[in-house]
């Protein structure tokens, strides 16, 4: 079951997963969707799933011109602005501090 929580995460997570929605996607209730990956995993089900959002976030920022706004909705969010919100505080970086990082490392690398 873990497992096909974890599939359905990666697969899905560009969509607007919710514990519920995942539950009801692996046909298990909430609570035990969410007891049963905390207990094998470490993480509840949300953590994961942000987890690998904030994986194609970076690298959409790092590698893309992309705006904002569009990688908020290729990654699953509603809005920009609770993109950037989440971004900020798993990273300690706004989107443009971010990108300039980024782009620094690879001028370094580079030149």
């Not at 009801?24 to 909430?30: A, G, M, T, Y």
């Not at 969410?34 to 690298?59: F, Y």
């Not at 609770?82 to 443009?96: N, W």
């Amino acid at each position: 079951m873990v497992a096909r929580a974890q599939n359905l995460i990666e697969t899905c997570f560009h969509e607007p997963l919710t514990l519920n929605g995942m539950s009801e996607k692996l046909h298990v209730s909430p609570y035990y969707l969410h007891r049963t990956v905390r207990r094998r995993t470490g993480q509840t089900p949300g953590r994961l799933l942000t987890n690998r959002r904030m994986e194609a976030e970076r690298e959409l920022l790092a590698d893309t011109m992309i705006t904002v706004q569009d990688i908020a909705l290729k990654v699953g969010f509603k809005s920009a602005a609770h993109f950037c919100s989440v971004f900020r505080h798993e990273t300690g970086l706004t989107t443009t501090e971010f990108r300039a990082v980024c782009r620094t490392s690879v001028e370094q690398k580079g030149g």
